[in-house]
């Protein structure tokens, strides 16, 4: 509990210190935003900062944070590492440079900006590799939550119609009329549960792994002939949401068109992403009292916790909140594993109409124009769906590489934002670093995971190569920019 305790206080020192350098670097002024200017009562609207903090919160976070890190934490207390300093140093910064430099350029999605800082022929790479990343992420928040739902009553396919016509609904309308009035409120009781187990875990004090006594692969030292991940890369894949997640930046576009004054970026966006990492931190703490808590782990006192250290993500939630919470646990625990997803979907699908809008120049304000760019995504998704449904491993293959595009996605948001450091004669360091890192991880684990090419040790020496002729790229690149601009 004392590396939970000090992970909890670098976060908050993390958003106090590091989160206003950031904020610095970057320089918000008082011109006018994009929810002003461009206002169109669809998807340009002011919102009230508070309600903007809390749908961004939720449109990033879903279940996220929760899966990721009981999945993370599987590889014992390193997980805090990767969440703090990842939140800190890459994800909130990422978050928050993503939002304002949307911004700045009139809310433009993600794959403008790509275009813009990193060349068309990358845009319209992007343009296809986030659109089908965002019908992936609408996919797999439809069967998740179908599932969830499946236990309590109803067939799946019922479950998946239903939330299939709450997507198109919350997709066509203005995102004051459901996103707005209903995301606060599941934000809400998402924090909450949060908080709940935090004030659980303060109250009873739980032996669980420290840092400085168990840093290695605990997952593989207690199933060595079974746990065949490493550290590296995988635990970088496997926490996303509660580190860092490209997929955040589809997310802040939709935010940043609804923003009064670009000086309330940083509670937004980066103290979003902070708070994120705080119930990533929780959860991550939860499951190690859970999988490793002493004297005898968490599953063996739980008597319905039947899967022992093979518990799935959703099981762990239910079996956490239940225990430790009670009635109310249980309630929050079906909003958690069922609401949230469920909003990262719909967002998901709005953020690929918009994004296909821009790229087409479609006008979003006629009814039609949105619906002849809904239908062929949901068409897709339905399709993408009927193989997960008849696959029997559909789900967890669309999941893996979900993981993975998640986090490529992020490399190529966090090289558009160096350029544009760079552009700017702003501190580009801030971004540097972790887009090489964020390189490192996403090639070696291309080339070394089972779910790819699996070439092991080779993997990491490929992976190596990649980073090395990143930093080749890059350095030649700022020669004849800085050439450029001398000129």
Not at 2 to 12: D, G, K, P, R
Not at 346 to 358: H, K, P, Y
Not at 389 to 408: K, L, R, V
Request: glycine share 8%; with cysteine.
């Amino acid at each position: 509990m004392i590396s939970f305790t000090l992970s909890l206080v670098a976060l908050v020192l993390g958003y106090l210190f590091y989160g206003r350098f950031v904020e610095r670097v970057f320089g918000p002024d008082n011109r006018v935003t994009p929810a002003v200017a461009k206002a169109d009562g669809l998807d340009y609207i002011v919102l009230p900062n508070w309600k903007i903090f809390m749908i961004q919160f939720l449109n990033i976070a879903g279940t996220g944070p929760i899966f990721g890190a009981i999945m993370g934490a599987k590889f014992g207390p390193v997980a805090y590492l990767w969440i703090v300093l990842g939140c800190i140093f890459a994800g909130a910064t990422h978050d928050y440079l993503s939002g304002m430099l949307s911004m700045r350029h009139d809310g433009a999605g993600l794959p403008q900006l790509i275009g813009k800082y990193l060349g068309t022929t990358t845009k319209s790479v992007m343009l296809v590799f986030t659109v089908l990343l965002l019908i992936m992420v609408g996919t797999v928040f439809v069967y998740s939550p179908a599932e969830i739902l499946h236990s309590i009553g109803g067939a799946t396919i019922m479950w998946v119609i239903i939330i299939f016509c709450y997507y198109i609904i919350a997709t066509m309308l203005p995102i004051d009329k459901i996103i707005g009035k209903v995301y606060p409120l599941f934000a809400f009781s998402l924090l909450f549960m949060a908080a709940a187990l935090m004030v659980w875990l303060f109250l009873h004090w739980p032996t669980v792994p420290e840092l400085w006594t168990h840093f290695y692969n605990m997952g593989q030292a207690a199933e060595p002939d079974k746990w065949t991940d490493q550290i590296f890369p995988a635990l970088f894949i496997t926490i996303a949401c509660g580190a860092i997640s490209g997929f955040h930046a589809t997310q802040t576009p939709l935010m940043a068109r609804c923003v009064k004054s670009e000086r309330m970026g940083r509670p937004i966006f980066y103290g979003a992403m902070i708070t994120e990492g705080v119930v990533a931190l929780i959860w991550a703490t939860v499951s190690a009292w859970f999988f490793y808590g002493e004297p005898a782990p968490g599953y063996t006192l739980i008597e319905a916790a039947s899967a022992g250290f093979h518990t799935s993500a959703p099981a762990v939630v239910n079996l956490i909140c239940n225990d430790w919470l009670g009635v109310a646990g249980a309630i929050l625990a079906m909003l958690g594993v069922v609401a949230a997803p469920i909003t990262s979907g719909d967002t998901a699908f709005r953020s690929g109409r918009l994004i296909v809008a821009e790229w087409l120049k479609m006008d979003q304000r006629p009814i039609v124009k949105r619906l002849m760019i809904c239908i062929p995504m949901f068409g897709c998704s339905i399709a993408m769906l009927i193989w997960q449904i008849e696959n029997p491993d559909g789900f967890n293959t669309i999941w893996q590489y979900f993981g993975w595009s998640n986090q490529a996605l992020s490399v190529f948001t966090l090289w558009t934002l160096t350029v544009y450091l760079v552009r700017q004669r702003k501190c580009f360091w801030i971004t540097l670093f972790p887009a090489l890192f964020m390189t490192f991880v996403c090639s070696t684990w291309l080339f070394v995971s089972k779910q790819a090419f699996e070439l092991g040790d080779t993997g990491y020496a490929i992976g190596l190569a990649c980073l090395c002729a990143a930093i080749a790229w890059f350095a030649l690149w700022y020669r004849k920019e800085r050439k450029t601009n001398n000129n």
